[in-house]
């Protein structure tokens, strides 16, 4: 235990890491406020239409598919910092350009807000994980990404009720302009970082395409990519099954009204923060791969138990089970992705396996309402269960030693 504080002391004298975490602080505000505001806004303007709210989620998730790859070779092209600066500062230009448009009675711009940001986080992150593989020691990058991800995780809880309070106390016009200040203070925390060097832009005569290709070669290569890309798309699957379906467990399995959803939520959401902060001092005695089979494994079990449980104590303590496992498997990914990939590839690698997961969530998400209806709720919880159990055996791999080729000079697992 002094030794992890030891190691969190140096992290927080670092300049990289206090800059990225009170940068990542103003944007997941701005955004948690940008998501509410918007969707009570739209829901308000269209009498709830269920079309006009689908909305709003392709205007936030259809960018990661289009430019994350892009975005991904983009950060392996360009000056890390510089991109980032620029991205978050292009996020406020164009939410101070949705502002005005509110203001001259063209309320569908708000949509233009959620987009338009969305876009530029897929330049945005696969950057900053390339400042993290260069500013933060290897023996301290799963340390640092969990102070990382405790962030997200806080904001996980507080984020709805900060964006809901402040759409409802100051209505949309304030909310959108906090936004368009929350993305300036991001971008002027980041312009404080340490300098780019004359080696992160360099000059490459290969096309677009071509760095697109290498980037999917590079993985194929190396088989603990091609291991958590395959997790990606089952776990992916897997949620995507149940991801609409909370409601269901509410009304369906326990019979309670529906506003008891906001309770399962919230304590999903405290999960997320003790997991945060359990995954900050478990960091330096258990490896990223462990971390990710306990999330893989608990997620699993949890699932399967949310779906048949008809007590509500047991429903909500899985779901705050699942919670608690979600920072420490998010914190697992990221480090083994980048203690796995060559600092000229983090931008693409980052790309590639990113949509991965998404991508299979939708493809599963589009299909649960009918599924649900075709067969019950209980069978959808334990087909996600399955999912992730598959994607445990998956990753079991991981324990081997030979997979190998690795990133070189690295110290794998």
Known sequence: MKRDKVNMGKLLRNRFMVGILLSMTF????????NFAVLLFVMEKTNGSALAVSLTSVAEFAPIFIFSFIGGVWADRMK???????????SAVSVAFVLLALLLGTWKAVFLATLVSSILSQFSQPSSMKLFKRHVPEDQLQTGMSMFQSVMAVFTLLGPVLGTLCYYQFGISVSIALVSVCFLLSAAVLSFLPADTKSDKMEHSN????????????????????????????TGLGIGFIQPLGIFLITERLGLPKEYLQWMLSLNGMGMILGGALTVMLSK???????????????????????LSTFMWITFLAQFFIGMVTPGFQVAVQTLILKNTDQAYVGRVNGILSPLFMGSMLITMSMSGWLKDQLSIIVMYLLAGVFFGVGLL???????????PEAKGMNTF
């Open 207 to 234: 096309s677009l395409r071509i760095e697109m290709a290498q980037g999917l070669h590079y993985i194929r290569e190396r088989r603990s990519l091609l291991i958590l890309g395959t997790c990606f798309c089952c």
């Open 394 to 404: 998956i990753t079991a791999r991981l324990f081997r030693k030979e997979t190998l």
């Open 27 to 34: 944007l997941q505000l701005g955004v948690w406020v940008r």
């Open 285 to 307: 005695v258990m490896p990223a791969r462990s971390l990710l089979a306990v999330g893989l494994a608990v997620n699993a079990l949890c699932m399967a138990i949310s779906g």
């Open 80 to 90: 890390p910092k510089k991109t980032m600066v620029w991205c978050d500062i292009g």
